[in-house]
């Protein structure tokens, strides 16, 4: 098993590089200057270029990114133009609220999407079903800050329950959390009930049924862990995402998470934090998937690394 | 979303944002101290308590020489203080950090006595020498100063007379000076702090209050500085001020700000228009606000784009908007018509251009265009066979975006088809100085109107914002002159002239200066606007909840 | 036959598939159906509650909302669509050569996908936005490209299973050329999943583009559309509840829509559900 880990880390390779290359690119293709940004409008043409050669900006392209390469290596991934300081010690400040926020909204995820999608599939076609994936299918049709403006006013302002804004406590995290988990949660009642009626309908479980296996014993035993294969899978995809930041509910809810320091680096083209960051992303989606397929092989023992 | 402020160059705000922050404006609604009304400082007000306020821009660094953000001035100056400080009735110039001082009579030369009871937070007091490395380290390239760069870009030397004298000699008399010394850009700057590690997260002082505590994207909490008792003199308070904390929550979305402030979670914020009477009658709150130092918005033309080279064409855009009903629609009301190129709270404001400047007129705008060579099409004004187009660069939400619908919609109506093009503000301003846009929204906040120097004389082509590309010889006279003129009347006529030029040639179209308010959770006493510094901390307390 | 029987058995879908075809109806006579010019401004009338004459009230500007949110139709049908033609097409054709030439091209294929979903949407989206400029086809251009991955993969997920069908094994032994194998034989397995994942996509693209218009990135003004009504009207909630709920309302129903006939089309496509 540790052979195929490293295996997979060793073949993520090019795809980090490929997604430094092209965050790289696509940063350094977007109008706006930097150095304008960072100086005074009217800086004279002499203190442009000079800022310019310090940081490097005058170099060739490919020379830039071998830098920043090198740098990332030994662990140096520059400073942020906008406020001076270390792009790693900034993230550092960042990434805590992040992971809090995508584990918790995962927290409520998990359990509420897969009890929906189960209770669905285990009543198909009657009125529960349709009543639980039309509310399941409400939490992917809704626009999130639609809702978050709702749930701010509703609980923040009328019934001055929670607080609206910040991180400062736990409470903060309501909010954040239940937005993000019921967007997701929604997708994953629906994944569950498709993959338990898939299941349900395969050959070994009529077989376990006909075996006179009570109705729950199939449907929790052995219809739910074979479902649970596509849900992880769907689950890695989330929190891949929710790892990179969800801009939207950060700023809706002043939460202090990688998305909205990645969307200010973009609007302040501070170039270092922008490749910082598409590093750190692309890492955290290749981890996740790692980490999906190694639980693949608890739920299925049939799966062999190798 | 787009409403970040960065002021450039001598605390010039370009404001593609709508909100000015607590550092700029004037104001007659405010309640100073000296008018004895509002919610001042009761007398039984108690030590203690937090005032929590909710802030839409995080600032990039508190090492105020390294910043060009509005907020940085507003929170560096809490921290830092100054060393002179505006007083808000007689708006001259009054010791801060000195006892006293003196200019020159050529204005070169300023002499200070500081104050020697004031010390930094760090324990260290505050003397010549500091203020000497304080220019300096502006001065120096190295620090890559932005807004203090270019406000002691006319100090020729800094000399420590003694331990308690300080000498500024300056190249040109500079009218601004005063005003930059009271900025939080130029706060004293200890040396021992300032040369550690990550001094931008952890700024030292001369104010009353000191940074505590700086959680990134979340909240930059200040304490109280129990040292400090050396305020101005307009304040009540001499210090040390009463509350533990001023907490700076930032809080990036609108929506959120004003329910954070309606449940309780902030106590001060910036309210948006269509908020203000609501909260006005609204016994648990106290509204103020401040008049902007500056145009609010106007539209600058692209003088390299033929059709707008015809000063004809730039009347008929004057004549076709309708700045009633944008101030009506945009600001709810909470706003004047502008018609010149400089605001009504400016030194050499000539009221006349009330009088003269365009007013909206769609009947002449179109005899103008016609007048001009077009003819009407099915829709819109052609001339050879093409419609006048014209593109219309603006932010991408807030007040900018509005107006920029409204003038759409305006000169449709004239018969100029208008594609109006939103853009986050670096990519605005990077479209401006490579000249793409036909017409453009922009504003300013400063101290003087030599701000026209940095928007319209010939020199700023290129380089700096004359984005205008107004390369006029009469008009760069009449700017230069304001520059150099020492005696105010000289200097006032020169101003007066400016104004009847810009209108008579149209380079710009003046549309409206606004206000801008805060509304004040009344737990929080004795919190007052300076008009042209923004809310004052010094005599507030607080009541437990 | 059959399958439009089943898919007629489910009432929901049935509602959701009549709403789009409302929709459809609506996009297209847009002009018939608004009371006013969507563009029209009545600056004395901003603000206004639901009348008779405004019957959704007007914006902050004075402009009448239902109209807008008619002729918001054509816009957001027209992104959704054409996002997901875009990433449909990118998509499949890279799952395809993926799928069926597999090898080192499959190998770069699935790279490219990898990194592609490794970046996050919204600030692919941002990019784009920031480099190319604000119009409607930047924005689906957008919109369309962050969803490719998911084709790319779904596609060749089928691809590799159809490749080993006896039929296809028998088109290769008769010396048909990898063309017109993919053409003949492999496309047409690929086309319920897609039309599945497309009419779900519309959705997706419809609220994508509410998002990017709450950062400022939507259509430019003034087009009507209504993700970016609705980012307007965040800050009235209070005062005019009409500005923010209509439109919130459009978005939600349209995408409940496209998304309860998505399901259904799984449900009757998809043969492994069958009964």
């Known amino acids: 098993m540790l052979t195929y880990v490293i295996k997979r880390l060793v073949a993520a390779v090019p795809t980090l590089l490929g997604v430094t290359l092209v965050i790289f690119s696509m940063v350094h293709l977007t109008p706006g200057d930097p150095v304008q940004v960072m100086l005074d409008v009217h800086a004279s043409a002499d203190q442009v270029a000079r800022l310019r050669a310090e940081l490097g900006l005058d170099r060739p392209l490919p020379e830039q990114y071998a830098r920043f390469l090198f740098g990332a290596l030994r662990g140096d991934l520059g400073n942020s133009l906008k406020s001076g300081r270390p792009v790693g010690a900034e993230m550092a400040e960042r990434l805590p609220a992040t992971l809090l926020l995508a584990l918790a909204g995962m ?61 400062s406590s736990w409470k903060h995290l309501i909010l954040p959390a239940v937005t993000l988990g019921t967007l997701a949660s929604s997708v994953l009642a629906r994944m569950t009930r498709s993959g338990m009626l898939e299941v349900l309908n395969s050959d070994y479980v009529r077989t376990a049924r006909a075996k006179g296996l009570s109705g729950k014993v199939v449907l929790y035993k052995h219809a739910l862990k074979n479902t649970l294969i596509p849900v992880v899978t769907i689950i890695g995809v989330q929190i891949g995402s929710l790892l990179g930041g969800t801009f939207i509910i950060e700023q809706l809810y002043a939460w202090p998470g990688v998305g909205r320091l990645a969307v200010g680096a973009i609007q302040a083209r501070d170039y270092p934090m922008m490749q910082g960051i598409g590093l750190y992303v692309a890492f955290a989606y290749v981890a996740v998937n790692l980490v999906v397929d190694l639980i693949y092989g608890l739920l299925d023992p049939r799966i062999r690394y190798s | 979303m787009a409403t970040r402020k960065w002021i450039f160059g001598v605390s010039l705000l370009l404001t593609g944002m709508v909100l000015l922050s607590a550092c700029s404006g004037g104001s007659k609604a405010g309640t100073t101290p000296a008018d004895g009304g509002g919610s001042k400082a009761a007398g039984e007000s108690k030590q203690g308590g937090t005032i929590n306020y909710g802030l839409s821009d995080e600032p990039d660094t508190l090492d105020v020489q390294k910043s060009g953000m509005a907020v940085v001035n507003s929170i560096g100056w809490w921290i830092g203080g100054s060393m002179l400080a505006q007083d808000p009735e007689s708006k001259k110039y009054v010791c801060y950090l000195c006892d006293s001082y003196e200019v020159s009579a050529d204005g070169l030369t300023w002499s200070f006595k500081l104050k020697e009871n004031a010390k930094f937070h760090d324990g260290n007091p505050l003397k010549a020498v500091d203020w000497k490395w304080t220019f300096e380290r502006a001065q120096n390239p190295d620090t890559k100063a932005k807004n203090a760069g270019a406000l002691v870009k006319e100090v020729k030397s800094v000399e420590a007379v003694s331990d308690y004298e300080l000498k500024i000699t300056l190249n040109n008399p500079f009218a601004p000076f005063a005003d930059a010394l009271s900025t939080g850009f130029l706060a004293p700057l200890s040396k021992a702090a300032a040369e550690k590690e990550d001094y931008g997260r952890n700024p030292v002082g001369a104010g009353p209050y000191a940074i505590a505590e700086w959680r990134s994207g979340e909240r930059i909490a200040l304490k109280r500085n129990p040292d400090f008792n050396w305020a101005p003199a307009f304040y009540q308070s001499k210090g040390p001020v009463m509350p533990d904390e001023l907490v700076f929550q930032i809080i990036p979305e609108e929506a959120t700000r004003i329910a954070a402030l309606e449940s309780g979670d902030v106590d001060i914020t910036n309210v948006n228009y269509q908020n203000v009477d609501r909260f006005k009658s609204d016994g648990t709150f106290e509204v103020l606000s401040i008049k902007r130092q500056g145009l609010g918005l106007f539209v600058i033309f692209n003088l390299e784009r033929p059709e707008l080279q015809d000063p004809k064409v730039r009347q008929a855009i004057n004549s076709g908007i309708n700045r009633d009903a944008i101030i009506k629609s945009v600001l709810r009301g909470f706003g004047k018509p502008a018609y010149g190129p400089l605001p009504e709270v400016y030194f050499g404001y000539d009221p006349g251009v009330e009088q003269t400047g365009y007013r909206f007129d769609p009947e002449k705008a179109k005899k103008l265009l016609e007048d001009a060579g077009y003819k009407k099409g099915a829709e819109y004004y052609e001339r050879d066979g093409k419609v006048l187009t014209l593109n219309l660069f603006t932010q991408t939400s807030g007040t900018w975006k509005a107006a920029s619908e409204l003038i759409q919609a305006d000169l449709k109506e004239v018969g100029i088809k208008v594609d109006v093009q939103p853009y986050e503000w670096a990519t605005l301003t990077a479209g401006l100085t490579n000249g793409k846009h036909d017409m453009s929204l922009m504003g300013y906040t400063y101290a003087d109107p030599d701000v026209v120097y940095l928007f319209l004389h010939s020199s700023q082509i290129g380089q700096g914002i004359n984005w205008s590309k107004v390369n006029d010889p009469a008009l760069d006279r009449l700017i230069e002159l304001g520059r150099a003129s020492v005696d105010p009347a000289k200097r006032a006529d020169a101003y007066k002239q400016l104004q009847a030029l810009m209108i008579e040639k149209a380079y710009w179209a003046p549309v409206y200066n606004e206000e801008q308010f805060f509304a004040i959770n009344k737990r929080v006493q004795g919190v007052w606007m300076h008009p042209t510094k923004g809310l004052q901390y010094m005599d507030a307390s607080v009541q437990a909840k | 036959m059959r399958l439009l029987r089943r898919f007629l058995r489910k009432k929901a879908a049935v509602i959701a598939g009549l709403y789009i075809f409302l929709l459809l109806f609506t996009a297209l006579f847009a002009a018939q159906l608004s009371p006013h010019d969507p563009l029209k401004v009545y600056s004395a009338h901003a603000l206004e509650a639901p009348s008779v004459t405004f ?139 897609i039309v599945v994942l497309g009419s779900l996509g519309v959705g997706v693209a419809i609220l994508s583009t509410a998002g990017l218009s709450f950062i400022g990135l939507g259509v430019r003004p003034p087009t009507p559309e209504w993700g970016g009504m609705l980012a307007d009207a965040r800050t009235y909630l209070r005062d005019a509840w009409w500005m923010f709920t209509f439109p919130g309302l459009a978005i939600s129903s349209t995408v409940l829509s496209a998304n309860l006939l998505g399901d259904a089309l799984r449900d009757v496509l998809d043969p492994r559900l069958k009964q």
Do not use: C
């Open chain 1, 107 to 167: 927290g409520i995820a998990i359990p509420l999407g897969i009890f929906l999608g189960v209770v669905a599939a285990a009543r198909r076609d009657t009125w529960v079903d349709s009543v639980t994936m039309v509310i399941a299918m409400m939490g992917v049709s809704l626009p999130s800050f639609w809702i978050g403006i709702l749930l701010i006013y509703v609980f923040g302002v009328q019934l001055n329950l929670l607080p609206v804004a910040g991180a």
């Open chain 3, 55 to 193: 019957p959704l009230g007007t914006d902050n500007l004075g402009r009448d909302i239902l109209s807008r949110i008619i002729y918001g139709t054509r816009v957001s049908l027209r992104v959704g669509l054409m996002a997901v033609s875009i990433a449909a097409v990118i998509g499949s054709t890279m799952g395809m050569l993926a799928g069926y030439l597999g090898g080192w091209i499959d190998q770069i294929v699935m790279r490219i996908v990898d990194i592609m979903l490794a970046i996050p949407g919204i600030l692919l989206a941002l990019i784009i936005i920031a480099t190319l400029g604000p119009s409607m086809n930047n924005l689906i251009l957008a919109v369309g490209i962050s969803s490719v991955p998911t084709y790319a993969r779904l596609v060749r997920g089928t691809v590799l299973s159809a490749r080993e069908r006896e039929y296809v094994e028998a088109a290769r032994a008769l010396g048909s050329g990898s063309l017109r194998i993919m053409l003949k034989h492999i496309l047409p397995n690929i086309v319920a999943p």
